[in-house]
């Protein structure tokens, strides 16, 4: 189909989602047909304006009934809600399949945290300790982050039957130091007023560590890969669990 793709932004007036719907208005391949928030009609949007891909940066209690609606009205959907489960995951990848449309949930659009994430799972296997400090804005609604959480599971699946090791303190004077604990890699989370989205990987040897980090300045960052993901999306019927599945990313 030729001409300019019709999309729409579900979380429209929102942090990133405002951001998005700007850059998609100044895109001559973009044909934005508007925003929904909670509250909206929905249906009647979704019936008027027809768009092709529907963009869902919300809450993950808003997001299953946004998501599965523009599915079934015919919208490849581009999710970057966080904090989704896995069985809801699996629902909007069935609903594609049988729509015939394609799709993406990811935890990150930003590709250069997309890449962090890739060289880290390089890294994992020459290394015995790894932990992940994550760096969000004071009004997140998760903790840890949904990259956080699935750069530690990489991580650790990477390792395998070898888990890194994890050492905790004798003596715990404050509850939490640590970190939380996914697969051996320890996970922290801060949250402060100044930052946008940022992470390290620390990975740790006797005598030398190795810190991979991506830093966020602005929401932009997610606008290249929201809209790589668009095109793909809409070309073809295939359903992607993270945007470095779309980038071809794979280790050797």
């Known amino acids: 189909m030729n001409g300019p793709i019709k999309v729409a932004v579900a979380g429209h007036r929102g942090k990133v989602g405002s951001v998005l719907a700007s850059a998609f208005e100044s895109d001559a391949d973009i044909d934005y047909v508007g925003g929904v928030s909670r509250g909206d009609d929905l249906a009647a949007f979704l019936h008027e304006k027809r768009p092709r891909a529907f963009v869902d940066f919300t809450r993950p209690s808003d997001a299953m009934h946004n998501v599965l609606a523009a599915i079934a009205a015919g919208a490849s959907p581009v999710v970057g809600t966080t904090g989704l489960s896995p069985a809801y995951v699996d629902k909007l990848e069935t609903a594609c399949k049988a729509k ?83 697969g051996s890699v320890a996970v922290h989370s801060v949250r402060l007023p100044g930052f946008v989205a940022d992470q390290e990987v620390i990975f740790g040897l006797p005598g030398q560590t190795l810190t991979i980090a991506h830093r966020t300045t602005s929401r932009e960052a997610y606008v290249p890969g929201v809209l790589l993901a668009i095109h793909r999306v809409v070309s073809e019927a295939r359903f992607y669990r993270g945007l470095d599945q779309l980038l071809g990313l794979t280790l050797g």
């Open 100 to 182: 015939k449309l394609g799709g993406i949930a990811a935890p990150n659009f930003a590709v250069g945290a997309v890449l962090m994430m890739h060289l880290a799972e390089i890294a994992a296997p020459h290394f015995e300790s790894a932990e992940i400090i994550e760096m969000h804005h004071a009004t997140k609604l998760d903790a840890p982050s949904g990259t956080a959480l699935s750069t530690a599971k990489r991580l650790a699946a990477r390792r395998g039957a070898k888990p890194f090791t994890h050492r905790k303190p004798e003596k715990v004077t404050l509850e939490g130091t640590r970190g939380g604990e996914e």
